[in-house]
């Protein structure tokens, strides 16, 4: 932290200030110049409030020098993490691919998407069964009915699954049978929600907010990681902007920043991102040209017939024949798919 001092600071005043940095732990250094006296703070500067300090008599303006994230930053761990769920790794050279509905509709409709998804080449299923739904009136999912059936449909293919949780208090129980929490965009400052997630040793995929910037989002599994879960997976999926053609403007080039900035993989779901299944497709290949660590797409057998999500779901063939023409592009960017 640098703090300049205002031109008649009085030495009262810089006493009081270099008294509060070392209250905190932190040293205060000194440089007296021509026309400014600057104060440099040495230290981890998160513990000292940026705001509160810019409020001291004396102080004209502060400027952090660190990121308000430690745990999530790549400065804290340079080396990229790799999350392994039952064996398929997120983060490695090979990308993940988590597919399937929106909702869980039945154990009929969830086992047979599954299976095909499985051959068309996702390695985690995913499938809602809580779920944060606009409407009161809009079906809010099949609750541990559907976690039931997510566990089955494991059991019938062996993909590790992945599912939203909204609340506090259904965490012990969706963690029973997930093997990925799923903290949906309109949870992704759900302060509560995030700490006591941090308290489970299950992988968590944190969805960006509908309009959080990149350093909320960031501060969002820092607040995970704080409580000892460090096993956070980002996921761009599209924020709120002033373009009505799609759902949601997809920030491809979050991709790129949060991977220079973190250590944490970052996978894209062009599926809420656009909330078209045709534009999903190419920014799905976009998103892999783009470095990303992998995607969640929802797939659905009837998309008509769908209980929610159906316009941006892919037909279980259309999934297959993007995952083939993503090999290629994979490739030419070093990975493998
Ligand atoms: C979902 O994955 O079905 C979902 C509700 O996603 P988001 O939180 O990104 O809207
Ligand atoms: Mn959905």
Not at 288 to 305: C, N, R, S, T
Request: charged share 25%; proline share 5%; net charge positive.
């Amino acid at each position: 932290m640098i703090i300049v001092l205002r031109t008649d600071a009085t030495e009262k005043q810089i006493i009081r200030i270099r008294a509060k940095i070392a209250g905190a732990g932190l040293t205060p250094h000194i440089s007296k110049g021509v026309e400014r006296t600057i104060m440099m703070v040495v230290g981890d500067e998160r513990v000292l409030d940026q705001a509160g300090m810019e409020t001291m008599p004396g102080v004209d303006r502060v400027m952090s020098v660190l990121p308000p994230y430690k745990l999530a930053s790549r400065d804290f761990k340079p080396e990229d993490t790799i999350i392994k769920v039952r064996g398929v790794s997120i983060g490695g050279k090979k990308l993940c691919v988590m597919a399937g509905p929106c909702s869980v509709e039945s154990e009929k409709q969830l086992i047979s998407v599954a299976k095909k998804v499985k051959k068309g080449g996702a390695n985690i299923l995913r499938g809602g069964a809580f779920k944060p739904r606009t409407s009161p009136y809009a079906f809010q999912g099949m609750g541990e009915d559907g976690l039931k059936i997510l566990a089955a449909a494991r059991e019938a293919t062996g993909l590790p699954i992945v599912t939203e949780v909204m609340d506090t208090r259904t965490i012990a129980l969706i963690s029973k049978y997930a093997d990925i929490l799923q903290v949906g965009a309109r949870n992704m400052q759900n302060f509560e929600l995030l700490k006591e997630i941090g308290e489970y040793k299950i992988p968590v995929l944190l969805k960006r907010g509908l309009s959080s910037t990149i350093k909320e989002w960031l501060m969002s599994a820092e607040y995970i990681m704080s409580r000892g879960n460090h096993q956070v997976i980002m996921c761009e999926r599209g924020i709120r902007t002033f373009e009505d053609s799609t759902r949601n403007t997809l920030d491809l080039s979050a991709v790129s920043v949060v991977k220079h900035l973190s250590h944490l993989p970052v996978i894209v779901d062009p599926s809420h991102g656009t909330g078209k299944w045709r534009w999903a497709i190419p920014m799905s290949k976009a998103a892999v040209a783009g470095g990303a660590d992998g995607l969640m797409l929802e797939v659905h057998e009837k998309p008509e017939e769908a209980l929610s999500d159906g316009d941006q779901s892919l037909l279980p063939e259309k999934f297959a024949k993007l995952i083939k023409e993503l090999k290629p592009i994979a490739k030419a960017v070093g990975r493998a798919i």
